[in-house]
């Protein structure tokens, strides 16, 4: 016992790992910021960096910028609606409305402590039911994937504004962009065109840039006559009565995160968007609609996907495989620096566990210093003039894209989706439900042509499968109770009822 | 409850039907990965979804029925025009066209010198004039991608 | 007397500066190097715990990418349309040498020059706990009786369970539904739930949950039993005509373009020999489950060669492909 409390106190207590950590958090704010670097990427660059480190210095960095990388998508959202990471993209709905009221200090001042309270509860969860979360993610079928998918698609209905035609419209264009590729299976080129550049399919992030970045360049360039907002800075920390009023819904969101990161084959891109569902279908009388700066649709996203880091790291750290792509460049750290990590690591090398843990709480109290200080030079961007933000975006937009693959064709697909996300946001279309589509639509094919096979390809089995086995009925009964909440039947139930 | 009836756009109508138009050709080049149509295939989702994106268009198509035209707009030719004054406006093109010469020279000068060119042309047009220092923003900006990309991150830029 | 000192120095400061010129044509600068699959994954790890030591010995900067997708199609085709000075390097696994085959592109290994074959991986199939197998010879008897019931993990078309599954139906009968998965990764994940009845698997990604007793091994694919894995039996006692395709496991190697000059590719070579050989790396390829073979010039072409035509010919034979391989011009084993 006393072994597991100096494991977990390990990282505050040395002046080394303290300073790691604090650097790693702040590196990776800014990584996380800037669209097209990833967190991923920065952790696999380090492993090259850290090589003839010490174990604890390398992992204390690589969490620190894990930590600090998620919450940095939020940033770059709030302020100029292009999310950094796709993780980001739910935040930007109702942070960039709020900017655009001069309220960006106080959107990230509330974002910030949102992102700590979710970490805190997902680094909670993780030290306290770790194993068992994780044989909870490991009976998940592919039949289950498949039915978070669909769960997932439901939520087109709170992404798609005015028409749900648009919306459905719109899902349905993201995930054939999702499609394009390789298929896993059969190798066979799928609506490549015969081309060579496409047969590793089109990066989500290439789509995210080009229909937030490129098209809100494009749109702000027709309304090149509006000057920029005013910021208010005066009010950053959010005041303890706001935080006490969002806590309860703070609270399950970061639930649903640390589940949805736990599970391997889902992340934070996919917790957060849930979140934000989950705040639009509980929050009925938010201050201000949904969509247009309601704290509620911040709060929601903000706190999922950081608590999603904890969720990530409880299939590591049990069983040595990756909750995320983050993770899974984090296990080949700690094969090269020589551990073996496995369902052995937390019976060989507790203190690897505990050390993780203490570590990721102390990443989060760095990111709360660190998020709360420098918002005001921050939310100076909003007030840039558009004639030098404008050409700037495009160019960030470019060495984003770049820098994923260093692939120029993907530079010009950035830049067709711009254009195409520009037309799209004209004629009353919504960026959310596509990159939902992008998101869904591979773990849709994957998981539903995995669960076929698993069956023998015979769709009586398979839809036996979704309501004989408890874990799946139980998901299914919610997209039941989701769809007959949603559907135009239940309106038009109310409204003979509300007639008699 | 009175709902107000939502105005036509400018050349949204055509739009929509380039949407139905590319669905099409989405579903016949998803017809073509397996000739056929099967449960279970490398081909089944992207029919599926070509099917969902043909019907929602011409639900789009059919919704415009309920909507009014501008008044204003009396023919084909007219609308024609009011759509172009709305989205071709001169800084739109220039910015347009000079994006794109941009990324044409990524490839054949180098990023940061097509950078440099892009950016400072970009802030003198737009700030009118400025020459002094629309340049020294854009070298300010070159700087930070340099330190940033290429000596932190270590990302190959072209 | 300080002022020929001054001079003394500086000459010789000069000279060394000089031959350290001469020494340091190649490499002037930074090297790309191209991972062709994913970060995280086998060749990724291999890759960059084999780096630093190249580093050192070259004394300059590796910028490693990772350019997954398209089976590594993606990442060879980029490095091979890259100028041929060897400032791009590939660093790839076994399956451009199935290309034209699978029909995914009409390029191999033999496209450009192979540096080093580091190693190759061991193979092992693996099944849960819980399964009422305990060698493959009972899982094949069970699978013979009951056709295309048991389920096996996959890759997709071109990874390795679907070689490891057509050598076995090149020699017998394995009528199964396979499942398949984005990677080792989710395919361990899959059969640590149950949701698969087994998967053929490189070492590397298993060997902890096998000696955790998460998962459990059923053969290894070789004649002998290993070190490392006691009391898993060698395939050939299930199946013993798989002995003539043995020794087989995927493997990782550095490529350059063909056209890169003869003296960089010497330079390349003898850095690669000594880093693969380094201490450091082969504890690491140890403790990772791969064998290491370090292998360059002609012997990494013999390599290359005899692998392509072993495994062609085997997924040939068990109707995995279409194309045949003698059209290819891949001589018979």
Same mark, same amino acid.
């Given at each position: 016992?006393?072994?597991?409390?100096?494991?977990?106190?390990?990282?505050?207590?040395?002046?080394?790992?303290?300073?790691?950590?604090?650097?790693?958090?702040?590196?990776?704010?800014?990584?996380?910021?800037?669209?097209?670097?990833?967190?991923?990427? +920065?952790?696999?660059?380090?492993?090259?960096?850290?090589?003839?480190?010490?174990?604890?210095?390398?992992?204390?960095?690589?969490?620190?910028?894990?930590?600090?990388?998620?919450?940095?998508?939020?940033?770059?959202?709030?302020?100029?609606?292009?999310?950094?990471?796709?993780?980001?993209?739910?935040?930007?709905?109702?942070?960039?409305?709020?900017?655009?009221?001069?309220?960006?200090?106080?959107?990230?001042?509330?974002?910030?402590?949102?992102?700590?309270?979710?970490?805190?509860?997902?680094? +909670?969860?993780?030290?306290?039911?770790?194993?068992?979360?994780?044989?909870?993610?490991?009976? =998940?079928?592919?039949?289950?994937?498949?039915?978070?998918?669909?769960?997932?698609?439901?939520?087109?209905?709170?992404?798609?504004?005015?028409?749900?035609?648009?919306?459905?419209?719109?899902?349905?264009?993201? +995930?054939?962009?999702?499609?394009?590729?390789?298929?896993?299976?059969? +190798?066979?080129?799928?609506?490549?065109? /015969?081309?060579?550049?496409?047969?590793?399919?089109?990066?989500?992030?290439?789509?995210?840039?080009?229909?937030?970045?490129?098209?809100?360049?494009?749109?702000?360039?027709?309304?090149?006559?509006?000057?920029?907002?005013?910021?208010?800075?005066?009010?950053?920390?959010?005041?303890?009565?706001?935080?006490?009023?969002?806590?309860?819904?703070?609270?399950?969101?970061?639930?649903?995160?640390?589940?949805?990161?736990?599970?391997?084959?889902?992340?934070?891109?996919?917790?957060?968007? =849930?979140?934000?569902?989950?705040?639009?279908?509980?929050?009925?009388?938010?201050?201000?609609?949904?969509?247009?700066?309601?704290?509620?649709?911040?709060?929601?996203?903000?706190?999922?996907?950081?608590?999603?880091?904890?969720?990530?790291?409880?299939?590591?750290?049990?069983?040595?495989?990756?909750?995320?792509?983050?993770?899974?460049?984090?296990?080949?750290?700690?094969?090269?620096?020589?551990?073996?990590?496995?369902?052995?690591?937390?019976?060989?090398?507790?203190?690897?566990?505990?050390?993780?843990?203490?570590? *990721?709480?102390?990443?989060?109290?760095?990111?709360?210093?660190?998020?709360?200080?420098?918002?005001?030079?921050?939310?100076?961007?909003?007030?840039?003039?558009?004639?030098?933000?404008?050409?700037?975006?495009?160019?960030?937009?470019?060495?984003?894209?770049?820098? *994923?693959?260093?692939?120029?064709?993907?530079?010009?697909?950035?830049?067709?989706?711009?254009?195409? /996300?520009?037309? *799209?946001?004209?004629? /009353?279309?919504?960026?959310?439900?596509?990159?939902?589509?992008?998101?869904?639509?591979?773990?849709?094919?994957?998981?539903?042509?995995?669960?076929?096979?698993?069956?023998?390809?015979?769709?009586?089995?398979?839809?036996?499968?979704?309501?004989?086995?408890?874990?799946?009925?139980?998901?299914?009964?919610?997209?039941?109770?989701?769809?007959?909440?949603?559907?135009?039947?239940?309106?038009?139930?109310?409204?003979?009822?509300?007639?008699? | 409850?009175?709902?107000?009836?939502?105005?036509?756009?400018?050349?949204?109508?055509?739009?929509?039907?380039?949407?139905?138009?590319?669905?099409?050709?989405?579903?016949?080049?998803?017809?073509?990965?397996?000739?056929?149509?099967?449960?279970?295939?490398?081909?089944?989702?992207?029919?599926?979804?070509?099917?969902?994106?043909?019907?929602?268009?011409?639900?789009?198509?059919?919704?415009?029925?309920?909507?009014?035209?501008?008044?204003?707009?009396?023919?084909?030719?007219?609308?024609?025009?009011? @759509?172009?004054?709305?989205? @071709?406006?001169?800084?739109?093109?220039? @910015?347009?066209?000079?994006?794109?010469?941009?990324?044409?020279?990524?490839?054949?000068?180098?990023?940061?010198?097509?950078?440099?060119?892009?950016?400072?042309?970009?802030?003198?047009?737009?700030?009118?004039?400025?020459?002094?220092?629309?340049?020294?923003?854009?070298?300010?900006?070159?700087?930070?991608?340099?330190?940033?990309?290429?000596?932190?991150?270590?990302?190959?830029?072209? | 007397?300080?002022?020929?000192?001054?001079?003394?120095?500086?000459?010789?400061?000069?000279?060394?500066?000089?031959?350290?010129?001469?020494?340091?044509?190649?490499?002037?600068?930074?090297?790309?190097?191209?991972?062709?699959?994913?970060?995280?994954?086998?060749?990724?790890?291999?890759?960059?715990?084999?780096?630093?030591?190249?580093?050192?010995?070259?004394?300059?900067?590796?910028?490693?990418?990772?350019?997954?997708?398209?089976?590594?199609?993606?990442?060879?085709?980029?490095?091979?349309?890259?100028?041929?000075?060897?400032?791009?390097?590939?660093?790839?696994?076994?399956?451009?040498?199935?290309?034209?085959?699978?029909?995914?592109?009409?390029?191999?290994?033999?496209?450009?020059?192979?540096?080093?074959?580091?190693?190759?991986?061991?193979?092992?199939?693996?099944?849960?706990?819980?399964?009422?197998?305990?060698?493959?010879?009972?899982?094949?008897?069970?699978?013979?009786?009951?056709?295309?019931?048991?389920?096996?993990?996959?890759?997709?078309?071109?990874?390795?369970?679907?070689?490891?599954?057509?050598?076995?139906?090149?020699?017998?009968?394995?009528?199964?539904?396979?499942?398949?998965?984005?990677?080792?990764?989710?395919?361990?994940?899959?059969?640590?739930?149950?949701?698969?009845?087994?998967?053929?698997?490189?070492?590397?990604?298993?060997?902890?949950?096998?000696?955790?007793?998460?998962?459990?091994?059923?053969?290894?694919?070789?004649?002998?039993?290993?070190?490392?894995?006691?009391?898993?039996?060698?395939?050939?006692?299930?199946?013993?005509?798989?002995?003539?395709?043995?020794?087989?496991?995927?493997?990782?190697?550095?490529?350059?373009?063909?056209?890169?000059?003869?003296?960089?590719?010497?330079?390349?070579?003898?850095?690669?020999?000594?880093?693969?050989?380094?201490?450091?790396?082969?504890?690491?390829?140890?403790?990772?489950?791969?064998?290491?073979?370090?292998?360059?010039?002609?012997?990494?072409?013999?390599?290359?060669?005899?692998?392509?035509?072993?495994?062609?010919?085997?997924?040939?034979?068990?109707?995995?492909?279409?194309?045949?391989?003698?059209?290819?011009?891949?001589?018979?084993?």
């Amino acid at each position: 016992m006393s072994d597991t409390f100096s494991y977990l106190l390990m990282a505050w207590l040395d002046p080394g790992l303290l300073g790691l950590t604090a650097l790693g958090v702040l590196a990776g704010i800014y990584i996380g910021a800037i669209p097209g670097l990833s967190v991923t990427m +920065a952790v696999s660059i380090l492993i090259s960096f850290t090589f003839s480190w010490d174990i604890n210095n390398a992992l204390a960095l690589m969490v620190g910028i894990y930590v600090g990388g998620v919450y940095g998508g939020s940033r770059t959202a709030i302020l100029l609606n292009i999310p950094g990471a796709p993780s980001a993209v739910t935040t930007a709905f109702d942070g960039y409305p709020l900017a655009q009221k001069g309220e960006a200090g106080k959107a990230i001042g509330l974002s910030t402590v949102m992102s700590v309270i979710g970490g805190l509860i997902g680094v +909670a969860v993780l030290a306290a039911t770790a194993p068992h979360l994780a044989d909870l993610a490991l009976q =998940f079928a592919p039949r289950d994937y498949f039915l978070i998918a669909v769960m997932g698609l439901l939520l087109v209905s709170s992404l798609s504004g005015k028409s749900l035609a648009r919306g459905i419209f719109s899902v349905a264009l993201g +995930a054939t962009i999702g499609l394009v590729g390789m298929d896993m299976v059969t +190798a066979q080129p799928r609506l490549t065109m /015969g081309s060579m550049e496409l047969l590793g399919g089109i990066h989500y992030v290439v789509v995210m840039i080009g229909l937030f970045g490129v098209a809100e360049a494009f749109y702000q360039l027709h309304n090149m006559a509006k000057v920029p907002v005013k910021q208010n800075v005066d009010k950053i920390i959010p005041p303890l009565n706001m935080v006490l009023k969002f806590l309860p819904l703070s609270l399950r969101t970061s639930i649903i995160g640390v589940v949805v990161g736990a599970l391997p084959g889902t992340g934070g891109d996919i917790a957060s968007l =849930f979140a934000y569902d989950h705040a639009k279908r509980t929050v009925k009388n938010p201050e201000v609609p949904f969509g247009e700066g309601a704290y509620e649709g911040l709060v929601a996203p903000e706190t999922a996907n950081n608590a999603a880091v904890g969720g990530a790291y409880v299939p590591m750290l049990t069983l040595g495989m990756p909750g995320d792509a983050v993770t899974a460049v984090m296990i080949g750290a700690l094969v090269i620096h020589g551990l073996n990590p496995g369902p052995m690591l937390m019976i060989e090398t507790p203190y690897i566990f505990w050390f993780t843990v203490g570590n *990721l709480a102390l990443a989060n109290i760095f990111l709360l210093v660190f998020g709360l200080t420098g918002i005001k030079l921050f939310t100076k961007i909003v007030e840039v003039p558009k004639a030098i933000m404008i050409p700037l975006i495009l160019v960030l937009c470019v060495v984003g894209t770049y820098s *994923l693959n260093s692939s120029m064709t993907e530079v010009y697909w950035m830049l067709g989706f711009g254009i195409l /996300g520009y037309w *799209l946001k004209m004629f /009353g279309f919504q960026m959310g439900p596509i990159i939902l589509g992008v998101i869904l639509g591979p773990l849709l094919d994957e998981s539903y042509r995995q669960a076929m096979s698993s069956v023998g390809n015979s769709s009586g089995d398979f839809l036996l499968g979704l309501v004989t086995n408890p874990l799946s009925l139980v998901l299914t009964s919610v997209i039941v109770l989701v769809l007959l909440g949603n559907s135009p039947l239940k309106g038009w139930l109310f409204t003979r009822f509300k007639r008699d | 409850m009175i709902k107000k009836i939502e105005r036509v756009r400018a050349g949204e109508k055509v739009f929509d039907w380039l949407l139905l138009l590319f669905s099409i050709g989405v579903l016949f080049e998803a017809y073509r990965i397996d000739d056929g149509l099967r449960l279970n295939s490398a081909g089944s989702f992207p029919i599926g979804l070509a099917l969902i994106m043909i019907v929602s268009s011409l639900a789009i198509l059919f919704s415009h029925r309920r909507k009014q035209r501008d008044p204003t707009i009396l023919n084909a030719a007219q609308e024609f025009k009011v @759509f172009l004054s709305e989205h @071709f406006k001169t800084h739109i093109i220039v @910015f347009s066209i000079v994006s794109m010469m941009y990324l044409a020279a990524i490839v054949w000068t180098s990023f940061y010198i097509s950078t440099f060119i892009f950016l400072a042309a970009m802030f003198v047009y737009y700030r009118q004039g400025k020459i002094i220092s629309s340049l020294l923003i854009a070298s300010l900006a070159i700087a930070v991608i340099y330190v940033l990309f290429t000596m932190v991150f270590r990302v190959y830029l072209p | 007397m300080t002022k020929p000192l001054f001079t003394q120095m500086a000459i010789a400061i000069g000279s060394i500066a000089m031959a350290g010129g001469a020494l340091a044509d190649y490499p002037e600068r930074n090297i790309q190097g191209t991972i062709q699959w994913g970060a995280g994954g086998a060749t990724d790890n291999v890759i960059r715990s084999l780096t630093p030591h190249v580093e050192e010995i070259l004394d300059t900067t590796i910028v490693l990418t990772n350019r997954a997708g398209g089976t590594g199609v993606i990442g060879m085709n980029h490095v091979m349309r890259q100028r041929p000075d060897g400032y791009n390097i590939l660093f790839g696994a076994e399956n451009p040498q199935l290309y034209p085959l699978m029909g995914l592109a009409d390029f191999t290994y033999d496209d450009m020059h192979a540096i080093n074959i580091i190693g190759q991986g061991r193979v092992v199939i693996a099944t849960h706990p819980n399964s009422p197998f305990d060698t493959f010879s009972e899982l094949l008897e069970y699978a013979q009786e009951n056709p295309g019931e048991l389920r096996m993990g996959g890759t997709g078309a071109g990874g390795l369970p679907s070689t490891i599954h057509a050598m076995i139906n090149s020699v017998s009968e394995l009528d199964v539904r396979t499942v398949t998965f984005g990677g080792d990764g989710p395919g361990v994940t899959a059969m640590l739930g149950e949701h698969i009845d087994f998967m053929p698997l490189s070492l590397s990604a298993v060997a902890e949950q096998i000696r955790a007793g998460r998962l459990k091994g059923l053969a290894v694919l070789g004649s002998e039993e290993l070190e490392d894995l006691p009391d898993v039996p060698p395939i050939t006692e299930a199946l013993p005509e798989l002995e003539s395709f043995l020794p087989w496991g995927p493997f990782w190697g550095v490529f350059v373009h063909k056209d890169t000059p003869d003296d960089v590719k010497a330079t390349l070579e003898e850095a690669y020999e000594q880093a693969v050989a380094s201490d450091g790396f082969q504890e690491f390829l140890a403790n990772f489950g791969g064998e290491p073979l370090n292998l360059s010039g002609e012997e990494a072409q013999q390599y290359l060669d005899s692998w392509q035509s072993v495994t062609a010919w085997s997924m040939y034979e068990a109707d995995a492909v279409e194309t045949s391989p003698e059209e290819l011009g891949i001589p018979r084993p």
